[in-house]
């Protein structure tokens, strides 16, 4: 029998809002900023990755972005740092239990007894049990669909990303724009990348900002928020997105994207024409 619920009963925990309270904030115009085990490690200098090097200028960026009292950003953190694996599957149970009670002696410090939203809205689907799936994943991409609708976007990506290529995520927007950083260390280069995406929003019609660029687009999510645009850290989304349309039942890779949590992590595309468009929508890579 696992320990998690007897450490679960003492630990004291922050709160996490639901993923339909969560999404109506960002419906109603907030921005927001994701918090997962990779950031928890950036604040902690112990990365459990390849892409991005822990360092000590990292780590403070990351803290102040969740200390954080900016009205117009949500801070939010991933339900289990709340102590409660509600609605989650036994293979994310498996992957967040032996986390949790390692690190959590150490990340409970910087979160404290606070109220979060849910970092999960950008993994609404495979972490979560198959009812839970059925009845809500699909009403949370379509409340995404919703936010972006006759939109310009800009997303800031990793090189490899191509958040909704290839899939119709991104079909009811109005037009959709790429500023492309690097795959690997990102953070090395977030003064070049914000300064080129003020460059882009000071000459162009920007409705919406999306960021999937690890620890480095939480981060900027919050150093772009005087922009007075919509800013969204939006993490694995379309990848989450392409496993719920196939109906997935494990994380394997989804051809032409980068997918981390896959054996494979990447497969081009067989079809070089796929890409035409999203090459056309790309303003500058770093």
């Not at 950031?39 to 960026?61: P, Y």
């Amino acid at each position: 029998m696992s320990v998690f619920p007897l450490l679960s009963f003492f630990a004291k925990h922050p709160k996490v809002a639901g993923l339909d309270e969560t999404m109506d904030k960002i419906l109603d115009g907030k921005s927001i900023a994701r918090f997962g085990d990779g950031e928890l490690q950036a604040i902690t200098n112990n990365i459990d990755n390849s892409f991005q090097t822990s360092n000590q200028e990292l780590s403070d960026a990351i803290k102040v972005v969740l200390n954080s009292k900016n009205k117009d950003l949500l801070i939010a953190i991933a339900p289990p740092f709340s102590w409660t694996l509600v609605n989650l599957n036994n293979e994310s149970r498996n992957y967040w239990e032996p986390i949790l009670i390692k690190n959590w002696a150490i990340w409970e410090k910087y979160l404290g007894q606070k109220y979060y939203y849910n970092a999960f809205i950008t993994r609404p689907y495979f972490d979560y049990t198959t009812k839970f799936r059925k009845t809500e994943s699909k009403k949370i991409f379509k409340k995404f669909k919703q936010l972006w609708n006759n939109k310009n976007i800009l997303i800031i990506e990793g090189e490899y990303s191509r958040f909704g290529v290839n899939d119709d995520l991104l079909n009811s927007s109005k037009s959709v724009k790429r500023i492309i950083g690097p795959s690997k260390n990102a953070f090395e280069k977030i003064d070049e990348i914000e300064k080129q995406t003020r460059q882009y929003v000071n000459q162009h019609s920007v409705d919406l900002i999306l960021l999937s660029l690890g620890q480095t687009a939480t981060i900027l999510t919050y150093r772009l928020l005087d922009l007075n645009i919509q800013l969204i850290d939006i993490g694995h989304l379309d990848i989450e997105y392409n496993w719920f349309l196939e109906k997935a039942t494990t994380k394997h890779d989804i051809v032409g994207k980068w997918t981390n949590e896959s054996k494979i992590k990447f497969k081009e595309f067989s079809n070089p024409t796929i890409l035409r468009q999203y090459y056309s929508e790309i303003i500058t890579k770093i």
